[in-house]
């Protein structure tokens, strides 16, 4: 049941990071944002792959690092938008 828990967390924490945007926010809140949103991915990965998926316990990184790159290829993209437009505006 405790575990059950947590998860729930970890999807409502997910969620709410995913919701979060980067657009035409500054450089250290861009980076705290997507920093959060690994960790939230990470988390999740942890508490299902561990409790629910144990045949995938060696995939994990994997799927951790695939899913890290996705929120980070995001941020680079909004970044870049975000500046090409700010530019565009001078």
């Known amino acids: 049941m405790f575990i059950e828990m947590k998860i729930?967390?970890?999807v409502i924490f997910?969620?709410?990071m995913l919701t979060r945007s980067l657009y035409k926010?500054?450089?250290?809140?861009q980076l705290t944002?997507?920093?959060l949103q690994i960790f939230?991915?990470?988390?999740?990965i942890e508490l299902?792959?561990?409790h629910y998926f144990p045949e995938f316990l060696?995939?994990?990184w994997l799927i951790g690092v695939?899913?890290?790159t996705v929120f980070i290829l995001a941020a680079a993209k909004e970044h870049y938008l975000s500046k090409s437009e700010q530019q565009e505006i001078k």
């Open 8 to 10: 729930g967390l970890a």
């Open 14 to 16: 997910f969620i709410w």
């Open 25 to 29: 926010k500054a450089t250290w809140v």
């Open 33 to 35: 944002i997507v920093g």
């Open 40 to 44: 939230s991915v990470l988390l999740l």
């Open 48 to 50: 299902s792959i561990t």
């Open 58 to 60: 060696e995939a994990k």
């Open 66 to 68: 695939f899913f890290a």
